[in-house]
């Protein structure tokens, strides 16, 4: 992970909500994308799935709640 900069998060105890938006984003993920998918059978066949499903959320998902915008679209419009 420090090879990509990614520095881990944890929320401090008694403080359930730091970490809320990412939890709401996985459950959305495991309801609207893997639920609906064939189980992989392994890791090999899991991977692609996960890349397909985040590239569906993050380039191709238009949600009312962003103006109809994908969340690639809403973030280069915010930045």
């Known amino acids: 992970m420090a090879q990509h900069e990614v520095t881990r998060s944890m ?6 909500y730091d970490n809320a938006p ?4 996985w459950n959305e993920f495991k309801l609207r994308w893997m639920d609906r998918h064939v ?6 066949e899991l991977v692609p799935l ?10 191709l998902d238009r949600s009312p709640a962003r103006n109809d915008l994908t969340p690639a679209e809403y973030w280069n419009e915010a930045v």
């Open 50 to 59: 996960v890349e397909e499903g985040i590239n569906y959320f993050n380039q």
């Open 39 to 44: 189980k992989p059978a392994t890791y090999q």
């Open 22 to 25: 990412m939890e709401g984003w």
């Open 11 to 16: 929320p401090q105890p008694g403080t359930p």
